[in-house]
Every structure is written in structure tokens, then in C-alpha cells.
């Protein structure tokens, strides 16, 4: 690379293309997806703009938001196209829907045409956020496979920057848009499609590289810079809720959210560097010494092939399931206890949560918190999801490496953890909220990095693109018993008594709010019940996989790795 003129010229565009078809570069560029990928987190940004356009009522407006969480929640249609077409395939079909789904939401709020009817904006807003899903399984499952021994840290690292990718589109967004939330809707439409498409033919499956300590460091490089943004992220979004931001000031903001968020950039390029470098030198002489001979084992003949049209069905091998770690098929998997397990863990903690999520500003308000502070406590989850999501990433990988910890032993902590955040909302006490808000998003966002490494681990990776998306279905559904039919009720039912002893009843107001510490109560402490129930059946995946875990789970990906490099 130090040759001048022509042919240094040469030596630098090789070196570029070297950078953009390696392995880091394809990370990067997955961060970047990842963090045009939660605009579903946005809703309530712009949920007013829809229900002042439109004409809508609350029911209506939570209709639709039903059928944002069902899209985003959804994935198993962009696993199994996954699955029969290439990567760059995934990620434009995605692009397609996020930019045609919310395009359509935007000419409607806007009025460019006529008013659609309620159905076709339930079917536009889950089209448009069930895009997310594409990305997820064109970015996340790709990077998975090209780090398999580090797919802890990088699941952590993917989706923490999911978990920061409202704030970051709300930063761009002000710098565009300014305080314009109707534009906001055609921003989440533009923006992270353009993201894909930039990148659709970075996003591939790499040979896998024999694992170094050195990549370990790298990803702790990435999760440093990682971190340094969602700090700075925090800090902005405080300093604009407290003060006035001018137009230049909200640029300025912007401006150095894209240059943290681009840093990873740098340490993708000094690792394809060095990777250059390395292949750039000689070769070394190096003397082999020639092994003795040694006899060979005689092996068992092994059974004689079976005549052609007996292979099985795969109805017919459900019970006839692989050791854990190799690779399952779908149906395998999808009726294996330990998935029944996870499904049921999953239900609950990741049901409780979105539901108190879901309640944080009319658990502030029946407890008296003034609606600045309200919005501090979505803040406060929003930041404290992505750390949720990295540590669970980092540490659980660190455990399972150095001391052969089960990672759904980290599940059943988490779920232990969540039951805490709950329970301080069911027996209120001053600040209480703010302690609450911090543990049920640490939670929150611990959880599904978790989920999403563990059916990696059992299942294997080859039909991995469908089953983390089935992993996760149990999230819309926990949402919707725990949220609509138990939480929602309950609420409902104390207010109306609280009116009974004002001697009114349900007629007599336009809307029912119930204030008091009673108000959330007893339906936290059911929530708080059934993710303990929750930690409980984790812990028995806990006492079923521990042996699997004492072994050395990723032996065979690093025997693919030598035998690669060895054969190239």
C-alpha cells in the first residue's frame, strides 16, 4: 500500500473493495440497519398526528397500535423467505415494506388522500413495522453465522443499537423536520430503507475464521463506542426536554450523532487493515517434521444405504430429535420441550414487561407525577433497554466462556429482576417509579438477546432464521392477555368503583381515569406473579441444559474454521 502512482492507486481500490467485502465491514453496516430498525418505538411521537388527522378515538388509536406490536412481533414470514433466498433478497423485500407502509400512513395523516378506511391503516402500520423483521433477519442472523463463538456479544451489540434507534431517528428528525411529527412518519419511511438498500450486498455469509481472543476485543471496541453514543444520546435528549434547542442547535445534536454512530466504521477499517497486512506477507519457511505411522482404527462398516424413496418425512422425524447444538428443523424445534419452555418464559417476562412499559405514563398519573416527569420515565426505560441489551449480550457470553455458566440460569435472573421493577409499582413508594422504570428496562432489554442466543445454542444455526423469530411470538401474545384482558380491566374496574364512591358512574364521564395507589395494584402484583412463574419454568431449561453447557458448545464451528482455513 505504499507504492505511489498508478500502482498505488490500484493497491488502494483493491484495499477498499477488500474492506467493503469483509467480514467487520458487514458488521458496521448491520449496526447501521439495526439502528434505522425500531421505528416502532416512535409511535408515540407521532400517534397524536394520526388521531387528530384522522378524526380517530382512543380505541381506535390503540387498535392500531395493537397491529403495530402484532407486525413488529411477527417475523416467522421474513424467517422462512430467509431461509430459500439470499440475504440481499431479505433486506430489500424489507426495505420495500417499511418504505411502503409508512409512506401510505404519511399520505393519509398529511391528506394527500383521501381517508383510508380503519382497516387499511391497521394493514398499512403492520406492513411498515413488521419490515423490522426483514432487517432483523438479514442483518442478526447473518452476523450470527459469521461470528458463531461471539454470537452472545454480537446479538447484545445488534440489538442494543436497535434499542437506541428511536432516540437516533428522533435527533435526525429534529435537525431535518424540526418539531414537524407528521414529518417524522416519512423520515421512519425513507430513511432506514435507503439504509438497506446502500448496504444490501455487504450483508452476506462469510466463511467462518478460526476465533481468536483478539475479536473478543474488537467487539469490546464496538460495545465502548456503542456505549459512548447511547451516553451522548441521554444527555440530548435531558438537555432538550429542559431547555429551548434552536434549529442549529438540534443540526449540531444530530450531527454528532451520526459521527458517533459512524465510529465503528474506523475500527472495521483497522481490522480489514490488518487483515490486509497479513495476507499482503510472505509466506514463512516452516519445517514439518514427518509424524510415525501409526496404524489405523479399524472402523465399523457403516449400514448399507437405505433404497432410494425411504427417506423420512419430517413429520416423521419430530421424535426422532438431534443431540442439542446440532442443527434441528423447524418442527424439531418448534415442539421440543426446551422450546415449550422458552415460549412459556417468554410469555410471561417479556408479556409483563411490554405491558408495564405499555402503563408507565397512567401509572404516573394515577400516582400523581407531573407529565414531565412522565416522559422521564419512558426516557429512562428507552436508555436503559439498550444497556439491558449489551450486558446481557457481554456478560452472559463472558460467564458461559470462563466459567461454563447455563445462559438461561442469566434468563431466570433477569425474569427475578423483572419481578422486583413490578412489584415496586404494586406497593408504591416516593421515587419509586423512577427505580422501577430502570430495572423494568434493564429487564426488558436483557431478555430477548437472551432468548435469541439460547435457540441459537440448542437449535443450532441452520434453520436459525425461522426459529428466533418463533422465539419471539410469545411476546404479542403475552401483551395482549396481560395488557388488554387482565391489566386493562382491572384498571378499569377500580376507576369505576372510585366514581361509585364520588356517587357518579360511568355515564357520567367522557373518560375513565382512576387515580391512586390502588389503581395499579392488583394487576401487578398478577403481573409480577406470573413472571415469577416465568423464572421458575426458565430455571428448569436451567437444570435440562446444564450438562450441555459444561461441554464445549462451539467445538464444531471452530473445526469448520480450521478446516476452511486450512483448505484455502
Not at 327 to 333: K, P, V
Not at 340 to 353: D, H, Q, Y
Not at 492 to 498: G, I, L, N, S
Request: proline share 5%; glycine share 10%.
Amino acid at each position: 500500500m505504499g507504492e505511489s502512482g498508478g500502482g498505488g492507486g490500484t493497491n488502494w481500490f483493491h484495499f477498499m473493495l477488500h474492506v467493503i467485502r469483509g467480514r467487520w465491514f458487514s458488521v458496521f453496516a448491520s449496526f447501521l440497519i439495526m439502528a434505522g430498525a425500531g421505528a416502532t418505538y416512535l409511535f408515540g411521537t407521532y400517534s397524536k398526528d394520526i388521531k387528530a388527522s384522522l378524526g380517530y378515538d382512543q380505541s381506535t388509536l390503540n387498535l392500531l397500535g395493537f397491529f403495530k406490536d402484532l407486525g413488529a412481533n411477527v417475523g416467522v414470514p421474513s424467517g422462512l423467505l430467509g431461509e430459500i433466498t439470499p440475504t440481499w433478497f431479505v433486506l430489500l423485500v424489507g426495505s420495500g415494506m417499511n418504505f411502503a407502509g409508512y409512506l401510505m400512513i404519511w399520505l393519509a395523516v398529511t391528506g394527500k388522500i383521501p381517508k383510508p378506511a380503519v382497516w387499511h391503516m391497521c394493514a398499512y402500520i403492520c406492513i411498515g413495522a413488521n419490515s423490522q423483521n426483514f432487517a432483523n433477519t438479514g442483518a442478526l442472523v447473518t452476523c450470527v453465522k459469521n461470528f458463531p463463538e461471539s454470537r452472545g456479544n454480537m446479538i447484545g451489540l445488534l440489538k442494543g443499537f436497535t434499542g437506541l434507534s428511536g432516540a437516533i431517528l428522533t435527533q435526525v428528525y429534529l435537525a431535518v423536520y424540526g418539531n414537524d411529527s407528521k414529518s417524522l412518519i416519512l423520515l421512519i419511511g425513507w430513511l432506514p430503507a435507503a439504509i438497506s438498500v446502500i448496504f444490501v450486498y455487504t450483508i452476506r455469509i462469510i466463511p467462518v475464521v478460526q476465533h481468536t481472543s483478539h475479536e473478543a476485543k474488537v467487539f469490546y471496541h464496538f460495545l465502548y463506542a456503542s456505549i459512548v453514543l447511547a451516553l451522548f444520546l441521554m444527555v440530548m435528549t435531558i438537555l432538550e426536554k429542559v431547555m429551548s434547542f434552536p434549529r442549529e442547535a438540534y443540526a449540531a445534536s444530530a450531527t454528532g450523532c451520526i459521527v458517533l454512530l459512524f465510529v465503528p466504521l474506523a475500527i472495521a477499517i483497522r481490522e480489514e487493515l490488518a487483515i490486509w497486512n497479513l495476507k499482503k506477507q510472505p509466506p514463512s519457511e516452516v519445517t514439518v517434521e514427518k509424524p510415525a505411522e501409526i496404524e489405523p482404527k479399524k472402523e465399523p462398516l457403516p449400514p448399507p444405504d437405505e433404497p432410494k424413496g425411504s427417506t423420512k418425512s419430517c413429520f416423521l422425524t419430530i421424535c426422532d430429535k438431534p443431540p442439542r447444538g446440532e442443527d434441528y428443523t423447524i418442527l424439531q424445534a418448534l415442539l421440543s420441550i426446551d422450546m415449550l419452555i422458552l415460549f412459556v418464559a417468554t410469555f410471561g417476562g417479556l408479556g409483563s414487561s411490554l405491558t408495564a412499559i405499555d402503563n408507565l405514563g397512567q401509572i404516573g398519573e394515577s400516582l400523581g407525577y407531573p407529565t414531565k416527569t412522565i416522559k422521564s420515565f419512558v426516557s429512562l426505560v428507552s436508555i436503559w433497554n439498550y444497556f439491558g441489551r449489551v450486558f446481557a449480550g457481554f456478560v452472559s457470553e463472558g460467564l458461559l466462556a470462563k466459567y461454563k455458566m447455563p445462559r438461561p440460569l442469566m434468563l431466570t435472573l433477569v425474569l427475578v429482576l423483572s419481578c422486583i421493577g413490578l412489584l415496586l409499582i404494586a406497593f408504591p413508594f416516593p421515587g419509586s417509579v423512577y427505580v422501577a422504570s430502570v430495572i423494568i428496562g434493564f429487564s426488558f432489554g436483557a431478555q430477548l438477546p437472551l432468548i435469541f442466543a439460547i435457540i441459537s445454542e440448542l437449535f443450532g444455526l441452520k434453520y436459525y432464521s425461522t426459529l428466533f423469530n418463533c422465539g419471539q411470538l410469545a411476546s404479542p401474545l403475552g401483551s395482549y392477555i396481560l395488557n388488554v384482558k387482565v391489566t386493562g380491566r382491572l384498571y378499569d374496574h377500580q376507576a369505576v368503583k372510585e366514581l361509585a364512591k364520588k356517587g357518579m358512574n360511568r355515564s357520567d364521564v367522557k373518560e375513565l381515569i382512576c387515580i391512586g395507589v390502588k389503581c395499579y395494584r392488583l394487576p401487578f402484583i398478577i403481573l409480577a406473579c406470573v413472571t415469577c412463574f416465568g423464572a421458575l419454568v426458565s430455571f428448569i431449561l436451567v437444570i435440562r441444559t446444564r450438562e450441555f453447557y459444561r461441554s464445549d458448545i462451539y467445538k464444531k464451528f471452530r473445526e469448520n474454521a480450521e478446516e476452511s482455513s486450512s483448505s484455502s
